[in-house]
């Protein structure tokens, strides 16, 4: 049976601790175990020395090591090294774990060679991946390589050119290196010294202050008995981060010193666990039945967490902080490591270490898949004893609820079990529609479904109905009515996705107003319009007052009255697309653009369903909150930009599809005269300018700077190297003088700082 993945992740690209290798650096509490690299300053150098050196013929490099003792650390350290070096012409990196998809691996790796695959035959990516690489000098990193066999289907894509390129993988298997040897020996990792390991401890505890003389000889002895591996070290610090007794420090010495090698990763991270406050472990566990080496995307992840009651609830306003509060508490003690961060410093992607995945498998099925949650509900005092009873709906359940015909009673597990509440499984069975109805009708308790690989007939809306728990719903289908969802008076998260919009038929019913309790909708693209005729409904439901996300719809001009968007007081995140008057159904008479500034939104994204309202998108007043603003196809005049440069907190702008008035063929682009104070990051895609102007001013806090398909622009102001904080120049798609003129700026920065601290990283087919 296929299985289905809760959340599709966009590709894994860039962050300045994975092996893309961006460099948006970050402040936080607590640094998870691969942002502190001790002791492998001379393995980096041997293995750069292997992949640059010897043979002309294609080599395996093999760094071999038990779990928790740092390859993927070292891995990428290496790997993060040929971002600036060109010696390699291609580069990529993809995670095989023991329970791999071969069609995964050659989709991870074409993504990264060429882009979109979108509608690629799983069959032809072999034979596309090899045309791809011949001729290429390549590095490739398959990192967590159980079997040879993951080696020997992936092989023949790997062209043999005799131009040096070379395989890194990692492996906890001595064997499977011995077996893919080449030319190179297998490398393998060395444990940490004493001396490595109290340092490492250090960094993670005391985050660069001096450790208390109290607790130097105990501090020693921990790191002793640690035994060399970093994950016992990162997670041990976790603990004594906020348990500095000295007394504590010796019970956990004289703990460690009594486990097996072997069993020494697991018994930590089971102290660690132990430790955690009871609202955080089922919020870990729950991340132990996605894919190993799955990398969670935080934004849908936490709105998972809320929808299954783990976040304690402070308030409903704040449920999404409080979600993320628990992130970082798993994250600074090391149980989650961060992959990906935003420029604000919260984490973007994260994924569990193997051992920690391991570990909450074991729990789970110690466990037999159920647990006590405490409080039974979040709103009551937080000493509130009463807990509920729920369970996983994992594997083994679901297929004995096949065999059984979906009969409850007849489950062994199932037996006595008389109030629990389901928790929904992170993967689901495609089974047909017939089969899969029966399953949700005796699963009335479930709060979390996701469909989105099923593409669902418009029947899906009568199997609904039973599930009057529901809060988190995501399905794929070609036809939606509000309607048949307002029975979710729970429902806190929708996403309803299609393939193609011409196509779909959305009904936008007022009885979106009853659900009183939706925080996010992201529906790719709506028509949100109500008739006369819902006009009751809309004032007895004065506001969605929970609503904190919403998008993507087409609004029309005439409905965007100041009465619209009270029924939104607490919205936060808003994509529109404004659909003007000519384009209306009914001739109406001209009207003017809405003022947003009222509103309290941090993120915002505004397009236009033509080109021709040129002075329209100048009208806009936007929110003074705003931290992200991204316009698509607009003419981009002085008004729009100077109302821009007035938001003080921005630090995110996307311009999309922009237009420029000007004689002839002349766009420029001035922005000399204003200062965007807060801004850290500019991405432009597609933006049809010849010329940019601009002083080391106008950006003094730019960070990152993305230019994508901007085939006229030839050249990026000069004054960029002047700019302190500019850490990446990334060129998608641009002219070669648009390259060059960006590594001009990177050699500028060198002389003038003597540091590499500016990256320019573009693709091969810039032109």
Same mark, same amino acid.
């Given at each position: 049976?296929?299985?289905?993945?809760?959340?599709?992740?966009?590709?894994?690209?860039?962050?300045?601790?994975?092996?893309?290798?961006?460099?948006?650096?970050?402040?936080?509490?607590?640094?998870?175990?691969?942002?502190?690299?001790?002791?492998?300053?001379?393995?980096?150098?041997?293995?750069?020395? +292997?992949?640059?050196?010897?043979?002309?013929?294609?080599?395996?490099?093999?760094?071999?090591?038990?779990?928790?003792?740092?390859?993927?650390?070292?891995?990428?350290?290496?790997?993060?090294?040929?971002?600036?070096?060109?010696?390699?012409?291609?580069?990529?990196?993809?995670?095989?774990?023991?329970?791999?998809?071969?069609?995964?691996?050659?989709?991870?790796?074409?993504? +990264?060679?060429?882009?979109?695959? !979108?509608?690629?035959?799983?069959?032809?990516?072999?034979?596309?991946?090899?045309?791809?690489?011949?001729?290429?000098?390549?590095?490739?990193?398959?990192?967590?390589?159980?079997?040879?066999?993951?080696?020997?289907?992936?092989?023949?894509?790997?062209?043999?050119?005799?131009?040096?390129?070379?395989?890194?993988?990692?492996?906890?298997?001595?064997?499977?290196?011995?077996?893919?040897?080449?030319?190179?020996?297998?490398?393998?990792?060395?444990?940490?010294?004493?001396?490595?390991?109290?340092?490492?401890?250090?960094?993670?505890?005391?985050?660069?202050?001096?450790?208390?003389?109290?607790?130097?000889?105990?501090?020693?002895?921990?790191?002793?008995?640690?035994?060399?591996?970093?994950?016992?070290?990162?997670?041990?610090?976790?603990?004594?981060?906020?348990?500095?007794?000295?007394?504590?420090?010796?019970?956990?010495?004289?703990?460690?010193?009594?486990?097996?090698?072997?069993? +020494?990763?697991?018994?930590?991270?089971?102290?660690?666990?132990?430790?955690?406050?009871?609202?955080?472990?089922?919020?870990?566990?729950?991340?132990?039945?996605?894919?190993?080496?799955?990398?969670?995307?935080?934004?849908?992840?936490?709105?998972?967490?809320?929808?299954?009651?783990?976040?304690?609830?402070?308030?409903?306003? !704040?449920?999404?902080?409080?979600?993320?509060?628990?992130?970082?508490?798993?994250?600074?003690?090391?149980?989650?490591?961060?992959?990906?961060?935003?420029?604000?410093?919260?984490?973007?992607?994260?994924?569990?270490?193997?051992?920690?995945?391991?570990?909450?498998?074991?729990?789970?099925?110690?466990?037999?898949?159920?647990?006590?949650?405490?409080?039974?509900?979040?709103?009551?005092?937080?000493?509130?004893?009463?807990?509920?009873?729920?369970?996983?709906?994992?594997?083994?359940?679901?297929?004995?609820?096949?065999?059984?015909?979906?009969?409850?009673?007849?489950?062994?597990?199932?037996?006595?079990?008389?109030?629990?509440?389901?928790?929904?499984?992170?993967?689901?069975?495609?089974?047909?529609?017939?089969?899969?109805?029966?399953?949700?009708? !005796?699963?009335?308790?479930?709060?979390?479904? !996701?469909?989105?690989?099923?593409?669902?007939?418009?029947?899906?809306?009568?199997?609904?109905?039973?599930?009057?728990?529901?809060?988190?719903?995501?399905?794929?289908?070609?036809?939606?009515?509000?309607?048949?969802?307002?029975?979710?008076?729970?429902?806190?998260?929708?996403?309803?996705?299609?393939?193609?919009?011409?196509?779909?038929?959305?009904?936008?019913?007022?009885?979106?107003?009853?659900?009183?309790?939706?925080?996010?909708?992201?529906?790719?693209?709506?028509?949100?319009?109500?008739?006369?005729?819902?006009?009751?409904?809309?004032?007895?439901?004065?506001?969605?007052?929970?609503?904190?996300?919403?998008?993507?719809?087409?609004?029309?001009?005439?409905?965007?009255?100041?009465?619209?968007?009270?029924?939104?007081?607490?919205?936060?995140?808003?994509?529109?697309?404004?659909?003007?008057?000519?384009?209306?159904?009914?001739? +109406?008479?001209?009207?003017?653009?809405?003022?947003?500034?009222?509103?309290?939104?941090?993120?915002?994204?505004?397009?236009?369903?033509?080109?021709?309202?040129?002075?329209?998108?100048?009208?806009?007043?936007?929110?003074?909150?705003?931290?992200?603003?991204?316009?698509?196809?607009?003419?981009?005049?002085?008004?729009?930009?100077?109302?821009?440069?007035?938001?003080?907190?921005?630090?995110?702008?996307?311009?999309?599809?922009?237009?420029?008035?000007?004689?002839?063929?002349?766009?420029?682009?001035?922005?000399?005269?204003?200062?965007?104070?807060?801004?850290?990051?500019?991405?432009?895609?597609?933006?049809?300018?010849?010329?940019?102007?601009?002083?080391?001013?106008?950006?003094?806090?730019?960070?990152?700077?993305?230019?994508?398909?901007?085939?006229?622009?030839?050249?990026?102001?000069?004054?960029?190297?002047?700019?302190?904080?500019?850490?990446?120049?990334?060129?998608?798609?641009?002219?070669?003088?648009?390259?060059?003129?960006?590594?001009?700026?990177?050699?500028?920065?060198?002389?003038?700082?003597?540091?590499?601290?500016?990256?320019?990283?573009?693709?091969?087919?810039?032109?």
């Amino acid at each position: 049976m296929k299985e289905t993945k809760l959340i599709d992740m966009e590709n894994f690209l860039t962050s300045e601790r994975t092996p893309a290798g961006a460099t948006a650096s970050t402040q936080h509490s607590f640094s998870p175990i691969d942002e502190e690299v001790v002791g492998f300053e001379d393995e980096t150098e041997s293995i750069i020395r +292997q992949l640059t050196g010897g043979t002309m013929e294609l080599d395996i490099v093999s760094i071999v090591g038990m779990p928790g003792l740092g390859k993927t650390t070292l891995a990428r350290k290496v790997f993060n090294h040929f971002i600036d070096n060109k010696h390699f012409d291609f580069r990529a990196w993809c995670s095989i774990s023991k329970e791999y998809s071969l069609s995964k691996v050659f989709s991870d790796i074409l993504k +990264q060679a060429i882009g979109n695959i !979108n509608g690629m035959r799983d069959e032809d990516m072999p034979d596309k991946l090899r045309r791809s690489l011949m001729r290429k000098k390549y590095l490739i990193v398959l990192d967590d390589v159980w079997d040879v066999k993951a080696w020997e289907e992936f092989r023949l894509s790997c062209p043999q050119d005799e131009n040096g390129s070379r395989i890194v993988l990692t492996t906890r298997d001595e064997e499977v290196a011995r077996q893919l040897k080449h030319h190179s020996d297998p490398y393998f990792l060395r444990f940490l010294t004493v001396d490595e390991s109290w340092k490492l401890l250090q960094k993670k505890v005391f985050q660069g202050e001096i450790c208390p003389p109290e607790l130097l000889k105990v501090g020693l002895r921990v790191a002793k008995n640690c035994k060399g591996l970093p994950i016992v070290i990162v997670l041990i610090a976790g603990i004594f981060a906020k348990q500095r007794q000295v007394s504590f420090w010796n019970e956990v010495a004289n703990d460690l010193s009594s486990h097996v090698l072997e069993e +020494q990763s697991m018994k930590i991270i089971e102290l660690s666990y132990d430790h955690l406050e009871d609202y955080l472990k089922p919020c870990l566990l729950y991340m132990g039945l996605f894919p190993e080496h799955y990398k969670y995307p935080v934004s849908d992840l936490l709105k998972l967490w809320m929808a299954e009651n783990f976040v304690q609830n402070m308030d409903t306003e !704040n449920m999404e902080e409080a979600s993320k509060i628990c992130l970082n508490d798993l994250a600074n003690r090391s149980l989650v490591v961060v992959t990906k961060r935003r420029v604000n410093g919260e984490i973007k992607y994260c994924t569990l270490h193997d051992v920690v995945h391991e570990f909450c498998l074991r729990k789970l099925t110690k466990e037999m898949f159920m647990q006590l949650v405490v409080p039974y509900n979040p709103c009551k005092p937080s000493d509130a004893k009463v807990s509920r009873l729920c369970m996983y709906v994992h594997d083994d359940l679901v297929k004995q609820l096949v065999q059984n015909e979906y009969s409850l009673d007849k489950i062994p597990i199932l037996t006595g079990l008389k109030e629990g509440e389901f928790i929904a499984h992170p993967k689901f069975y495609a089974w047909d529609q017939i089969s899969l109805f029966p399953l949700l009708d !005796n699963f009335r308790f479930m709060r979390v479904l !996701n469909l989105l690989d099923i593409y669902l007939e418009s029947s899906w809306a009568s199997a609904m109905q039973a599930l009057t728990q529901l809060r988190y719903l995501a399905i794929r289908t070609k036809e939606f009515d509000f309607q048949w969802v307002s029975h979710l008076l729970d429902l806190q998260t929708l996403r309803v996705v299609w393939e193609d919009s011409t196509r779909m038929h959305l009904k936008t019913s007022s009885a979106i107003w009853k659900m009183q309790n939706l925080r996010h909708v992201d529906i790719n693209e709506f028509s949100f319009k109500w008739e006369d005729n819902d006009r009751a409904i809309f004032e007895e439901y004065s506001v969605l007052p929970n609503l904190k996300s919403f998008g993507k719809c087409r609004v029309y001009l005439a409905d965007m009255s100041p009465e619209f968007w009270w029924k939104f007081p607490n919205i936060e995140e808003l994509k529109l697309r404004i659909v003007e008057p000519k384009y209306c159904s009914v001739v +109406q008479p001209e009207v003017d653009m809405p003022n947003l500034e009222e509103l309290q939104l941090q993120s915002l994204e505004v397009g236009f369903s033509t080109y021709i309202s040129i002075g329209l998108g100048g009208c806009i007043a936007f929110p003074s909150n705003l931290k992200d603003l991204s316009l698509h196809s607009i003419f981009l005049t002085e008004k729009i930009v100077s109302n821009i440069a007035r938001l003080r907190n921005l630090e995110r702008l996307k311009l999309r599809r922009i237009y420029f008035r000007g004689k002839g063929y002349s766009r420029c682009w001035d922005t000399s005269d204003y200062k965007f104070q807060a801004l850290k990051v500019v991405k432009l895609h597609f933006v049809l300018m010849t010329e940019w102007r601009s002083l080391e001013t106008s950006f003094p806090m730019l960070e990152k700077l993305v230019i994508d398909y901007c085939w006229r622009l030839q050249e990026i102001p000069s004054s960029f190297a002047d700019i302190p904080t500019l850490k990446l120049i990334k060129l998608i798609r641009c002219s070669k003088s648009l390259k060059n003129s960006a590594l001009n700026i990177k050699k500028e920065v060198e002389e003038k700082t003597g540091c590499d601290s500016l990256q320019v990283q573009y693709a091969a087919r810039c032109h």
